[in-house]
């Protein structure tokens, strides 16, 4: 990929007034199936073609991209992150790679000798399903391997954790609170307690450090937006309102703000465009804290219940009569049942057009049945989806089938019935619960451990760009077509194909009589696009060194 400007040097090659023309390339667009030139002008798209047109356009431009085969896709839309945690997981302790708890512990140790000055060490990711060992690390054991001083250390799930005596005593009356367990992992309130005292240890120059560095991992992996989801009992105001601060002060990714509270006036108050995200109706299936119907298969409970269909009902009435987007975590199919119960309730209250028009999302939503994938429609619902969940717990040996059982496992993440059932799909990473890497999403949703729950790589492509704006309310946005925002990424890549569950409907999409682009081979093994620049309302925001 290489550049020719013809403005002088001192104006900035990225500056979104300026004129673009990126040529001889792929251009992935509804337009122009068969584009391989785009304009880009005043941080929108002007046109796609073709290259013998773009000769038209050439002599205008500020600049001109050769793009040498490149593909231009849209940029991802990450519809639910974590930011700041994403951006210590970085920059801190990592635990998702440690295959024992023995190597854990090392790493542990190592950390806590690399910061001395830290007045809490903060970790990330470990996961005892994966471990040979098959449980989480005791406090005894952390305690020895921090020389006794205060660590935190979330599941990768962050729905439980554990922590050292030294931080546990940082926490007046935390062995009394609902979810503390002498020796085991803490969950619920004793869980949140814990975090927020482990949290309130970072400063503003680390929380800073962070968060920039979770936006450039972003933007390396060419997403163009992200969708925070903050909330009381995951961040801070403080960090949630010097994210946003942070993303509109500095060129880089954008940051939709989501903020997890009951309160739609605080939500707006804080900047928030939705009092949704992580607003929790449940826990999680790894901490046996997903709420369900019947009880776990290693656990004598059906996991654990926070808000319920009448809390639902309440919260998505005032945000609607309040002009915001409502929002809620759900993962066990009992949390689910009570997301559309209280769904349900607000639209006999308001009108089902009123809520349909407002475009409420649910996170997650695991454990769908017919009947609530049916109502998710009927409600006009947006499904906020994370397809690396079940690439790292699926499957028939996998974390969801020792929970569960296989039989239960198996109706998890049910992509395939949802579009079907024309419920519009936002995926997302859940960062850090997984690490932010879109065409592995897409490759996840594509090739599920399920084969009936699977889609086109195309319907997968389409849910991580476009999906996550019009899960904001946005349908302008997040493809590459004349008056949308020039929010781009460049990619190298192998020969473009369409792939499809159904080999008859690729062989059709590849016929140039279908105008179907293509995509990247996505097939499990062969390496993923490469980005080499990503692009946001015109404005650079990453190029691959030595490009």
Known sequence: MTQRATTPADTPADAPHRTVLLRRGEVHSPADPFATAMVVERGHIAWVGSEGAADAFAEAADEVVDLDGALVTPAFTDAHVHTTATGLALTGLDLSDAPTLGRALELVSAYADQRPGDRVLLGHGWDAARWPERRAPRRDELDAATGGRPLYLSRIDVHSAVATTALLDLVPGVRDRDGFEDGGPLTRDAHHAVRDAAFAAVTPAQRTEAQRAALARAASLGIGSVHECGGPTISSPEDFTALLELAATEPGVRVHGYWAEQDAARARE????????????????????????????????????????????????ACTEAGLQAGFHAIGDAAVTAVVDGMRAAAEKLGTARIRAARHRVEHAEMMTPETIAAFAELGLTASVQPAFDAYWGGEEGMYAERLGADRARTLNPYAAL??????????????????????????????????????????????????????GRDDAGVLVPGAPADYAVWRTDELVVQAPDDRVARWSTDPRSGTPGLPDLTPGRELPECLATVVGGRTVYVRPQE
């Open 270 to 317: 804080l900047g928030a465009v939705g009092a949704a995200g992580d607003l929790f109706v449940d826990g999680a299936i790894g901490s046996h804290t997903a709420c369900l119907h019947d009880p776990y298969l290693d656990a004598p409970h059906t996991g654990t219940a926070y808000l319920s269909a009448a809390d639902v009902a309440a919260h998505v009435a």
């Open 419 to 472: 579009l079907r059932a024309g419920v519009p799909l936002a995926f997302g990473s859940d960062a850090p619960v997984t690490p932010l890497d879109p065409w592995g999403t897409v490759r996840a949703a594509a090739f599920h451990r399920t084969p009936e729950h699977r889609v086109s790589v195309r319907a997968a492509f389409t849910a991580h760009t476009r999906g996550g704006w019009r899960a904001l």
